[in-house]
T-cell receptor, first 115, second 115 residues
Framework: EADIYQTPRYLVIGTGKKITLECSQT?????MYWYQQDPGMELHLIHY???????EKGDLSSESTVSRIRTEHFPLTLESARPSHTSQYLC??????????????FGSGTRLTVV | AQKVTQAQTEISVVEKEDVTLDCVYE???????LFWYKQPPSGELVFLIR??????QNEISGRYSWNFQKSTSSFNFTITASQVVDSAVYFC????????????FGPGTRLSVLP
């Protein structure tokens, strides 16, 4: 039973569209993260948050933006999608920065294809 | 800076063979945490184990075992009597206790277990 939910699971959209990838967790974790990953390849941190109203950019530059208005919700938005944004986006949360007892908990991911 | 190396990009074994996935890490911190995650073809990341830098005791969980050696900065993962369902990409990750702001993932090792 998942404690962190991502929707949609798959998304195919046209170039120039605005999209929002949803991520919600029910564990009350303060720390949340977005990773970008090409299938089976390295994970790249693009955004993270320490808590409500806190957002930071990650190691990999991304044209996406995030918001954290509620503890449980950490949506990612692309204002104008391009084919280069085609990738898998993984959301995660943790009890502590170091991962807590169970490390980061990941959602199932959103596989985005921009045509 | 913290760094994780997984030198094996891809490994193929025949079912029932034992296989070891290597992980070598670099950190300047004395307190740190090491993790292994499994990513099956469905895409989600599944937490397998977390070890802290003060606990070098090896761990066994069913067919899985982990060998943590600080002297060689390694945290290797062995699957005994591999099964087709073990086919996945496996990621090793490091989080520093004092200086780390988030995880550093290794590049992953793709394991294929053939019937």
């Amino acid at each position: 039973e998942a404690d962190i939910y991502q929707t949609p699971r798959y998304l195919v959209i046209g170039t120039g569209k605005k999209i929002t990838l949803e991520c919600s967790q029910t564990m009350g974790h303060d720390k949340m993260y977005w990773y970008q990953q090409d299938p089976g390849m390295e994970l790249h941190l693009i955004h993270y948050s320490y808590g409500v109203n806190s957002t930071e950019k990650g190691d990999l530059s991304s044209e996406s933006t995030v918001s954290r208005i509620r503890t449980e919700h950490f949506p990612l938005t692309l204002e104008s999608a391009r084919p280069s944004h085609t990738s898998q986006y993984l959301c995660a949360s943790s009890e502590h920065l170091t991962g807590g007892r169970y490390g980061y908990t990941f959602g199932s991911g959103t596989r985005l294809t921009v045509v | 800076a913290q760094k994780v190396t997984q030198a094996q990009t891809e490994i193929s074994v025949v079912e029932k063979e034992d296989v070891t996935l290597d992980c070598v890490y670099e950190t300047r911190d004395t307190t740190y945490y090491l993790f292994w995650y499994k990513q099956p073809p469905s895409g989600e990341l599944v937490f397998l184990i977390r070890r802290n830098s003060f606990d070098e005791q090896n761990e066994i969980s069913g067919r899985y075992s982990w060998n943590f050696q600080k002297s060689t900065s390694s945290f290797n993962f062995t699957i005994t009597a591999s099964q087709v369902v073990d086919s996945a990409v496996y990621f090793c990750a490091l989080s520093e206790g004092n200086y780390g702001q988030n995880f550093v993932f290794g590049p992953g090792t793709r394991l294929s277990v053939l019937p």
